[in-house]
């Protein structure tokens, strides 16, 4: 079993930058696909961002060019850096990993949620 937290949620003006981080911790073989997803009240869950254990990216239209999503697989934690920021990125981004536990079975994981809030 595996749990992931984040932290670096925050109050930024329009325009700053913050960074998230998710470590994942616990018993487990390996991770693979690791990801950003963010959501705002009355909306669906929408994904930001995705990274796969080779460095593969993928990343939403609506933040290409603006967020980087990174991982260091030693320390088993992915990063979102989000630059130029816009009120429209407020939301509760959540990490989400799918990992395979050491029954060789893929799971998925998700973590607690940390508040982005970008206003004046």
């Known amino acids: 079993q595996a749990q992931l937290v984040e932290s670096g949620g925050g109050l930024v003006q329009p325009g700053g930058s913050l960074r998230l981080s998710c470590a994942a911790s616990g018993s487990f073989f390996s991770i693979n696909v690791m990801a950003w997803y963010r959501q705002v009240p009355g909306k669906q869950r929408e994904l930001v961002a995705r990274?796969?254990?080779?460095?593969?990216?993928n990343v939403a239209d609506s933040v290409k060019g603006r967020f980087t999503i990174s991982r260091d697989n030693a320390k088993n934690t992915v990063y979102l850096q989000m630059n130029s920021l816009e009120p429209e990125d407020t939301a509760v981004y959540y990490c989400?990993?799918?990992?395979?536990?050491?029954?060789?079975?893929?799971?998925?994981?998700w973590g607690q949620g940390t508040q982005v809030t970008v206003s004046s």
């Open positions: 989400n990993a799918a990992i395979y536990d050491t029954n060789d079975r893929i799971n998925e994981y």
């Open positions: 990274i796969t254990r080779g460095g593969s990216r």
